[in-house]
């Protein structure tokens, strides 16, 4: 996987940022891709719907935002044309209570070599919110960013054979094997361990000692990155 960040919708009308997003395991939509990558994507198991083949009223760029983030895609137009697409049955995690062993956190911190994302909880709009770069990260409907459920992904990356003419090369992520990663949600963050063993098995959660990490409902952000968060947990005294 070519993509540090991902999620899936919860509302369909709003417009969302577009990086490389797989969605539903056969539906794919992302921003743009070299000529190298182009047969790969065409011989994969899944629906192209690339800003490649689709017009301007369905992506576009956001002039406030810097490129390669800058494009957009409005999700409820394209998930029209995406009507009769076989969607996939099982995501591969499962809904249910949080895990009894949560610890309860202020805030997450994720980074890459050149990015740095925050989640921070809100009280208010009970769910964490999201910082890119020390900035709020708000939508074009003036929304800011976030969720109640995030998962961050310990996955080995490494520089991938694709790369630009400037010299920039492109990471991969292994997400075949095993690992671990934490879940958020409720203000809470428990450590859980990730499981996929093919390309064609979706991947699945469980705690440490064996039994279902569950989900919250809902819209889900995904973080895959090769370093530990960093925590601000609450005190003890106001758990």
């Not at 910082?131 to 409907?141: A, D, L, V």
Request: glycine letters at 6%; a positive charge.
């Amino acid at each position: 996987m070519h993509s540090r960040m991902n999620h899936w919708w919860r509302r369909r009308d709003e417009e969302n940022p577009c990086a490389a997003t797989a969605r539903h395991a056969h539906q794919f939509l992302y921003s743009g891709a070299q000529s190298k990558m182009r047969p790969v994507i065409s011989a994969a198991n899944l629906v192209n719907l690339s800003a490649e083949r689709n017009p301007p009223s369905i992506y576009f760029n956001d002039p406030d935002r810097n490129s390669p983030y800058s494009m957009m895609v409005k999700p409820n137009l394209l998930l029209e044309k995406a009507r009769d697409v076989e969607m996939a049955k099982e995501p591969g995690w499962q809904h249910g209570e949080k895990a009894e062993t949560a610890e309860k956190i202020l805030s997450a911190q994720i980074s890459w070599p050149n990015a740095k994302y925050e989640a921070y909880w809100s009280a208010s709009e009970k769910r964490f919110l999201l910082k890119h770069n020390g900035r709020e990260n708000i939508s074009t409907s003036g929304v800011q960013l976030g969720s109640n459920m995030m998962v961050i992904q310990i996955v080995k990356i490494s520089p991938s054979e694709y790369g630009d003419k400037f010299g920039g090369v492109t990471p991969k992520s292994e997400v075949i094997g095993s690992g671990h990663g934490y879940l958020l949600r409720n203000q809470r963050v428990v450590k859980a361990l990730w499981n996929r063993a093919s390309l064609s098995e979706p991947t699945t959660w469980s705690l440490g000692d064996g039994s279902p990490a569950y989900f919250a409902p809902g819209q889900i952000w995904f973080f895959l990155t090769d370093s530990e968060p960093k925590f601000t947990y609450v005190a003890k005294s106001s758990k």
